[in-house]
Every structure is written in C-alpha cells, then in structure tokens.
C-alpha cells in the first residue's frame, strides 16, 4: 500500500432532499477515509462549502490557533487586535463537525443552507477538490471555472513541475 494520498477527483450532480440531505458518492467517501469517521464542513465562498475529514483538518486548524493564541500571550498581535476578533468571529461561525449516515448522506446544517444558497430539491455540484470535497450551487460551480479553467495548463504545469 502506498503512503500517497489519494486525490480525491470527480464531479457529480446531485439534488438536495427536503431535509436539505445530499448523498455523496461513496468513492468520494472512501477517497476521504471512509464513512465511519467525522467529518467538518467549512463555508469557503458564498455559493460553496468544503467537506473535510476530520482529524486533518482539526489537526491544522489546532496548529495554527495554538500560534495564534501564543503571540498574543507574546503580545504580538496587541496592534492588530480587530484582526484576532475578525478571526474569531469567523472560526465561529465558519465550520461545524458533521457526521455522514450509513448510506452516504450529508445534512447540511441550518447556518450552511444559506451560505450555499440551495434551497431543498436543488441541485448541488459535487467536485472533488484533491484534498476535500467542495459543494457547490451550479451558478457559483460555473462561475468559478469559467474564471479558472483558461489558466488550467500553467497551474498544473507549475504544481507538476
């Protein structure tokens, strides 16, 4: 078995129930390490949330609070103080740990619905962000890769290269 992780790829339509429930593919699922673990779901832009296992995600969220929470102890934040409430007003709101049932569906919670701005029996867009899932409405979906799809090649060949 090889220490590579695998990227996690792909695209799928799927509609939200009337309990705002989306089923995941379960290749997504196993891509992101299985379906048993907890999960967080991030709000990244308006129209788009980002699925995360867990324990990589709390492990670098932890990492980078535990620096913060030290320059302030340091005091070395003390003139940015509006920029450590800021933070603070967005780590609580921004992410919710989340479970996925056995049959590979997601509720996606009250605060989030707005964010992502589908309403029940909306389709949502499934996309495989290598490291997360992303979920997003179908408008922002072709928003955003209208925006980035020209610069594709350069991207890739600056990340592959």
Not at 128 to 149: E, V
Request: proline share 4%.
């Amino acid at each position: 078995m090889s220490d590579t992780p695998e990227l996690i790829l792909g695209e799928y339509r799927r509609s939200l129930d009337e309990r705002f429930r989306l089923s995941i593919p379960a290749e997504m699922i196993e891509a992101m390490g299985a379906s048993d673990v907890p999960f967080i779901l991030a709000k990244e832009r308006p129209g788009c949330l980002s699925l995360w296992n867990a324990r990589a995600c709390k492990a670098a969220l932890d990492e980078g609070m535990d620096l913060v929470r030290r320059k302030i102890a340091a005091g070395k934040l003390a003139g940015r103080l509006g920029q450590v409430q800021m933070l603070g007003r967005l780590l609580s709101t921004r992410h919710a740990e989340v479970e996925m049932t056995g049959r590979g569906r997601l509720l996606i919670p009250e605060g989030f619905r707005d964010f992502l701005r589908v309403e029940a029996g909306g389709e949502v867009v499934i996309v495989g962000a290598a490291i997360a899932l992303d979920l997003w409405h179908p408008k922002a979906w072709f928003d955003y890769t209208a925006g980035r799809m020209p610069k594709f090649r350069r991207l890739f060949d600056r990340l592959s290269g």
